[in-house]
């Protein structure tokens, strides 16, 4: 397996970031702030945790996208041309920043865009790097909404879809290891990270 170790100070503290492969999400264990490295170099995004479910503990962080949006879904048309109401209400979603399958991705990004919870500070552990870019997750969040519009069963022929991003953060997600993959401290879902 290639590893490229990125070696990066962070833009707050000046601590040494780690990273391993392509990751261009780090959060800092030292201060707890995190950055997105693009073509001009790390720039920092808001930053928190969110919080472990009631009997559920937090033994490994994995990153993710917390993004505040206006959604607006209109032009609906169903079988034979008849039209539908559409819809816009502020939204917010969880977009696992990690590389997973996508149909985990999905799974766990609708079941934890339904019960986020609370935020809190960043904890001062290792928190693994990521790789899904903003823009990528809005994309997933377009698809999220479309396949709920598709699922309302009542022959929908085309669908206009507007995800305005109000405000983004990237969270720390607590999981706990299993047999067979990383099960969500929120959510229970279970996925299965790659590389
Ligand atoms: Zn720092």
Same mark, same amino acid.
């Given at each position: 397996?290639?590893?490229?170790?990125?070696?990066?100070?962070?833009?707050?503290?000046?601590?040494?970031?780690?990273?391993?492969?392509?990751?261009? &999400?780090?959060?800092? /264990?030292?201060?707890?702030? #995190?950055?997105? $490295?693009? =073509?001009?170099?790390? +720039?920092?995004? *808001?930053?928190?945790?969110?919080?472990?479910?009631?009997?559920?503990?937090?033994?490994?962080?994995?990153?993710?996208?917390?993004?505040?949006?206006?959604?607006?879904?209109?032009?609906?048309?169903?079988?034979?041309?008849?039209?539908?109401?559409?819809?816009?209400?502020?939204?917010?979603?969880?977009?696992?920043?990690?590389? &997973?399958?996508?149909? /985990?991705?999905?799974?766990? #990004?609708?079941? $934890?865009? =339904?019960?986020?919870? +609370?935020?809190? *500070?960043?904890?001062?552990?290792?928190?693994?790097?990521?790789?899904?870019?903003?823009?990528?997750?809005?994309?997933?969040?377009?698809?999220?909404?479309?396949?709920?519009?598709?699922?309302?069963?009542?022959?929908?022929?085309?669908?206009?879809?507007?995800?305005?991003?109000?405000?983004?953060?990237?969270?720390?997600?607590?999981?706990?290891?299993?047999?067979?993959?990383?099960?969500?401290?929120?959510?229970?879902?279970?996925?299965?990270?790659?590389?």
């Amino acid at each position: 397996m290639m590893l490229r170790l990125v070696s990066l100070d962070c833009p707050s503290c000046g601590s040494a970031l780690r990273g391993e492969g392509l990751d261009t &999400i780090f959060f800092c /264990d030292h201060c707890g702030d #995190a950055a997105t $490295l693009g =073509e001009d170099g790390l +720039e920092m995004v *808001e930053s928190a945790a969110l919080v472990p479910a009631a009997g559920r503990a937090a033994r490994t962080w994995r990153p993710a996208w917390l993004i505040e949006t206006e959604v607006t879904v209109s032009e609906r048309i169903r079988h034979r041309g008849r039209r539908s109401d559409g819809w816009q209400e502020p939204r917010t979603f969880v977009i696992p920043a990690f590389e &997973i399958p996508l149909g /985990d991705l999905t799974r766990i #990004a609708r079941a $934890l865009s =339904e019960v986020i919870g +609370e935020t809190r *500070e960043v904890p001062r552990e290792p928190i693994h790097g990521g790789t899904l870019s903003i823009d990528d997750a809005v994309t997933l969040i377009r698809h999220l909404v479309i396949g709920d519009e598709v699922r309302k069963s009542d022959m929908l022929a085309s669908v206009m879809v507007d995800i305005e991003v109000i405000g983004s953060r990237l969270v720390a997600l607590p999981f706990e290891p299993t047999s067979v993959g990383l099960r969500c401290s929120i959510t229970g879902v279970t996925v299965r990270p790659q590389g």
